[in-house]
C-alpha cells in the first residue's frame, strides 16, 4: 500500500487565488511527522511546512498553511494569493519510525502551474 | 535549518565508471540519508547513512552498488558504482535532526547524468 498518497498529478490555479494540493497518508504509528516540500525547475527541494501528528493547531507559513484532518489521515495544502514563483512540483512526506531509525516517504508528487 | 552543500553539482560519466559524492552539513545533525530522484520521479530513500558503522540500505538498493560512508556527524558520501545510463538520476542528501519538530532538510542535489 501506498504510504503518501497525491491524486492529483497536475493542478492549474489563476494567480492571487487560493488552491489545495491534496495528500493522504498511511501509518500505524501515534508518532508521526507530515512535510510538504516546492521543487522548482531548477530541483532544489524546497522544506515548505511541517505537521506533527500531535499538534493540535494546523501549522502555517507565511501563504502555506496544512490542512490536518487526522482522523481523515489527509495532509492538504493550501496555498493562498498564488504568485507566478509558485509554479512547481508540490511533494507531500511522511516521517515515521521509532527513534534514531526514523525516515521519511515522498508522495509522487502534484505539477502546480499558476496562471497570469 | 541546517546548510547542506554537496560536490559535485553535476557529472556526466562514461558508463562502467564510479562517482563518489559528498555531501557536508554545517552543524551536527542525528540523521542522514541519500535520496535518487530519476527524471520525472518522486525521491526514493537508498539509504540511511550511520555514523561510524555500515549504512542502512532500502529494498532494492545494495552496499556494492550504491557504498555510503559517514565518517562524522556532518559529512557523508555516496558512491555509484559501475555506472549505467539507468543511474542517470538526481541524488540528493538529506538530515534530519530528532528533536521536538524533526524537520527534514536537503541538500541541492547532483545531477548525474550516464552516458
Known amino acids: 500500500a501506498q504510504k503518501i498518497t497525491q491524486t492529483q498529478p497536475g493542478m492549474f490555479v489563476q494567480e492571487k487565488e487560493a488552491v489545495t494540493l491534496d495528500c493522504t497518508y498511511d501509518?500505524?504509528?501515534?508518532?508521526?511527522?507530515l512535510f510538504w516540500y516546492k521543487q522548482p525547475s531548477s530541483g532544489e527541494m524546497i522544506f515548505l511546512i511541517y505537521?506533527?501528528?500531535?499538534?493540535?493547531q494546523n501549522a502555517t507559513e507565511g501563504r502555506y498553511s496544512l490542512n490536518f484532518q487526522k482522523a481523515r489521515k489527509s495532509a492538504n495544502l493550501v496555498i493562498s494569493a498564488s504568485q507566478l514563483g509558485d509554479s512547481a512540483m508540490y511533494f507531500c512526506?511522511?516521517?515515521?519510525?521509532?527513534?534514531?531509525?526514523?525516515?521519511?516517504?515522498f508522495g509522487t508528487g502534484t505539477k502546480l502551474q499558476v496562471i497570469p | 535549518s541546517a546548510v547542506i552543500s554537496q560536490k559535485p553539482s553535476r557529472d556526466i560519466c562514461q558508463r562502467g565508471t564510479s562517482l563518489t559524492i559528498q555531501c557536508q552539513v554545517d552543524?551536527?545533525?542525528?540523521?542522514m540519508f541519500w535520496y535518487r530522484q530519476q527524471p520525472g520521479q518522486s525521491l526514493t530513500l537508498i539509504a540511511t547513512?550511520?555514523?561510524?558503522?555500515?549504512?542502512?540500505?532500502e529494498s532494492g538498493f545494495v552496499i556494492d552498488k550504491f557504498p555510503i560512508s559517514r565518517p562524522n556527524l556532518t559529512f557523508s558520501t555516496l558512491t555509484v558504482s559501475n555506472m549505467s545510463p539507468e543511474d542517470s538520476s538526481i541524488y540528493l542528501c538529506s538530515v534530519l535532526r530528532l528533536e521536538t519538530r524533526s524537520t527534514q532538510y536537503f541538500g541541492p542535489g547532483t545531477r548525474l547524468t550516464v552516458l
Open positions: 501509518t500505524s504509528d501515534q508518532s508521526y511527522g
Open positions: 552543524s551536527q545533525v542525528t540523521m
Open positions: 512526506a511522511m516521517r515515521e519510525g521509532p527513534g534514531g531509525y526514523q525516515k521519511v516517504t
Open positions: 547513512a550511520n555514523q561510524g558503522s555500515e549504512a542502512t540500505y
Open positions: 505537521q506533527g501528528s500531535y499538534d493540535e
